[in-house]
């Protein structure tokens, strides 16, 4: 049976903040080495024997991003993004990839689903694992990865594993008491979230506990729509969906469900604390990253992502800047970092949803000072990209090249710039920029009028198929 890589990669990672916004999530970034948590979960797979090309489920607003570091691996000559319009939790991700990969093969597969932000320190064990996994499906089991656990860990799932492998109990996350007596007694292993699951029979135990599930997500692949690598899921089905985990949904409740041990160095990265522990460290047990002095400071995490950050006198903490934040706190308080989130989302403050820089298909743009009446951005334009056609109605826009050459169109006229050379774009011009070089585009933008938000965009031609 062919093995079917299924990489969830949906969520915001919200206990990573500031470093993981909503809409630059913990996946995407890089946190340990030079690829990304994305990019290093699909060159893990890139390993394993015989594998079909790799289908990415991903939040619509992450589509981009996503393809552009899929890209730059070179792994893979064909992939798929399958986008969903709103995040409903695992169930109905993992039932709607195996609809689509059921009716791309025509044969029965062999999912392996992954969540995109783990670490995993020992490939070949992962490998041999699969293998494993691979075996029980020829019996048609649903298989879970257990993780040997090392200690008494309350943050993660617990599954019950009798000594045929059959799973007999799924628990959620216990007390430190009861993780203690879990340890002892032996036969109890970490739930990791990662799944090996025959297609055919995935789908018959979705329609045997899961109907509705099943239902809104045949619905949501039959109108869905391609668009290259892109597959979009139907809205209007998808929101029908219950929302709900693949454990909840469907483990708990089948009696197909085994579990292959695993020990292969696996975290799920799930808090800085978590970052912490698996990170390279000094010789004073600092994980430091950026530009960042110390004296006298032991066992800290400290991450400068824009400024230089100076420590003195710290233990057992976590100090991480970025351009418009600065998170200080107990690294064992590290898993009530969601709780800032959360009054950053009720307050609605951008710094939960985005960072300074933000990326688009085409490159991306850093907001370096905004205030009521006027803003100014850095933008970079990638080595023969293009932005939409489009105009404002409460904004003029005067634009500066610091670097490379621009294609402009300005109204009814179209003419290149260059360094040190400038634009003016009256409020309600149609315009577009676009950099015919070979080298990144470099420009410094100026935004003045009544309103200055980027839903102020009214597109009429657009390559990357976005609407507005």
């Not at 993981?20 to 690829?35: A, D, N, T, V, W």
């Not at 948590?37 to 996503?66: A, C, K, M, Y």
Request: with cysteine; proline share 5%.
């Amino acid at each position: 049976m062919r093995i079917q890589p299924v990489i969830l990669a949906g969520g915001t990672g919200t206990r990573l903040w500031p470093l993981s916004r909503e809409l630059y999530p913990k996946q995407l970034l890089c946190l340990i080495g030079e690829h990304s948590l994305l990019q290093t979960t699909l060159i893990r797979v890139s390993l394993l024997p015989d594998i079909l090309p790799p289908v990415i489920v991903v939040g619509e607003e992450h589509r981009f991003l996503t393809k552009s570091q899929v890209d730059a691996l070179n792994l893979f000559p064909q992939y798929q993004l399958l986008l969903e319009p709103l995040g409903k939790d695992t169930a109905p991700a993992v039932c709607g990839a195996a609809l689509f990969c059921r009716q791309q093969a025509q044969e029965d597969i062999l999912l392996l689903v992954l969540p995109a932000d783990h670490l995993i320190a020992k490939p070949d064990a992962f490998i041999e694992a699969v293998a494993k996994a691979q075996e029980q499906a020829a019996q048609d089991k649903l298989t879970t990865f257990g993780i040997v656990p090392d200690h008494p860990e309350t943050g993660y799932g617990y599954i019950r594993r009798a000594a045929d492998g059959a799973v007999q109990s799924f628990v959620e996350k216990p007390n430190l008491a009861t993780a203690q007596r879990y340890l002892a007694e032996g036969g109890w292993l970490w739930n990791s979230g990662m799944f090996a699951f025959p297609t055919d029979k995935v789908l018959a135990e979705f329609r045997l506990h899961a109907l509705e599930i099943l239902r809104c997500m045949e619905k949501a692949v039959e109108g869905g729509k391609t668009d290259g690598v892109f597959f979009r899921f139907d809205a209007e089905a998808m929101q029908k969906s219950p929302a709900k985990s693949v454990d909840y949904a469907l483990m708990e409740k089948t009696t197909c469900a085994a579990a292959v041990e695993a020990d292969f160095g696996w975290s799920d990265i799930g808090s800085w604390q978590t970052l912490w522990e698996v990170a390279d460290k000094d010789e004073r047990g600092n994980v430091v990253s950026g530009d960042v002095l110390l004296e006298d400071v032991e066992n800290c995490l400290i991450r400068s992502e824009d400024t230089l950050v100076a420590a003195v006198g710290l233990r057992d903490i976590i100090v991480v800047e970025t351009a418009d934040a600065v998170l200080i706190a107990p690294l064992n308080r590290s898993q009530d970092i969601k709780k800032i989130v959360n009054m950053l989302k009720k307050s609605e403050r951008a710094e939960f949803r985005t960072h300074r820089t933000v990326y688009r298909p085409w490159g991306s743009y850093t907001t370096l000072e905004i205030q009521e009446r006027f803003q100014i951005k850095r933008i970079t334009v990638s080595p023969g990209a293009r932005l939409s056609s489009q105009m404002h109605h409460h904004r003029h826009e005067h634009w500066v090249v610091v670097r490379g050459t621009a294609k402009v169109e300005n109204g009814d006229q179209i003419f290149l710039l260059r360094e040190d050379e400038s634009t003016y774009i009256p409020l309600g011009t149609l315009h577009r920029l676009e950099n015919p070089g070979v080298i990144p585009l470099e420009l410094i933008e100026i935004q003045i009028g009544s309103y200055l938000g980027e839903d102020d965009i009214v597109r009429f031609d657009d390559v990357y198929g976005r609407n507005g």
